[in-house]
């Protein structure tokens, strides 16, 4: 069974810093490209980055700077460390497996981001 879970949300400030973890079982990690999605209340969910297999990454405009998506194949986790959140960057986030023509998801991890 596939199973996809991630970890690290919460609730800080403007200006802080979170770190999210996805840790994926089910599948040969190493295999799939992996992203990062959001998606904010009333909104459709949205790319924020991805990693391939080989490492190459790509960030979406509005975190470029502030987010750094990466990878650790020895402990099938995907992490996205965010940096100078600000509130717009509230909304739950959900890992993506992808890349073998089946994708799967996580459950999602909500960050607000509020002073």
């Known amino acids: 069974q596939v199973q996809l879970v991630e970890s690290g949300g919460g609730l800080v400030q403007p200006g802080g810093s979170l770190r999210l973890s996805c840790a994926a079982s089910g599948i040969t990690f190493s295999m799939y490209a992996m992203g990062w999605y959001r998606q904010a209340p009333g909104k459709q969910r949205e790319l924020v980055a991805t990693i391939t297999r080989g490492g190459s990454t790509n960030h979406a405009d509005s975190v470029k700077g502030r987010f750094t998506i990466s990878r650790e194949n020895a402990k099938n986790t995907v992490y996205l460390q965010m940096n100078s959140l600000k509130p717009e960057d509230t909304a739950v986030y959900y890992c993506?497996?992808?890349?073998?023509?089946?994708?799967?998801w996580g459950q999602g991890t909500q960050v607000t981001v509020s002073s």
């Open positions: 993506k497996a992808f890349g073998l023509g089946i994708d799967y």
